[in-house]
């Protein structure tokens, strides 16, 4: 069992920064693979990005985040992070990271066990 818990949303303006974090529980986080994906009110959970398991060495994004946002692993900490630069009023969704054991990248919510409460990030215009 793997428990997740997300932290360091909140409320910036427009073409600011936040850094989302996610804790994880465990002692073989190392061995799974990360996720990010975000639901905006009344709009399906879509995926932001993925890093792989251990080094991390191979992440993938979204097309819409590509070049803004910055996914990394922490091993030592058992933490994810989620860089998020020049943001826009459309990142406005709640976030949530999800992991899953896997030696490889996942972009479905359906290939995730474990998943976060969610942090709330809201973009003003």
């Known amino acids: 069992q793997v428990q997740l818990v997300e932290s360091g949303g909140g409320l910036v303006q427009a073409g600011g920064s936040l850094r989302l974090s996610c804790a994880a529980s465990g002692r073989t986080f190392s061995s799974y693979a990360m996720g990010w994906f975000r639901q905006a009110p009344g709009k399906e959970r879509e995926f932001v990005s993925t890093i792989n398991w251990r080094s991390g060495d191979t992440t993938y994004y979204a097309d819409s985040v590509k070049g803004r946002f910055t996914i990394s692993r922490d091993n030592a900490k058992n933490t994810v992070y989620l860089q998020m630069n020049s943001l826009k009023p459309e990142d406005t969704a709640v976030y949530y990271c999800?992991?899953?054991w896997g030696t490889g990248t996942y972009y479905s919510g359906y290939e995730y066990a474990y998943w976060g409460q969610g942090t709330q990030v809201t973009v003003s215009s």
């Open positions: 999800a992991a899953r």
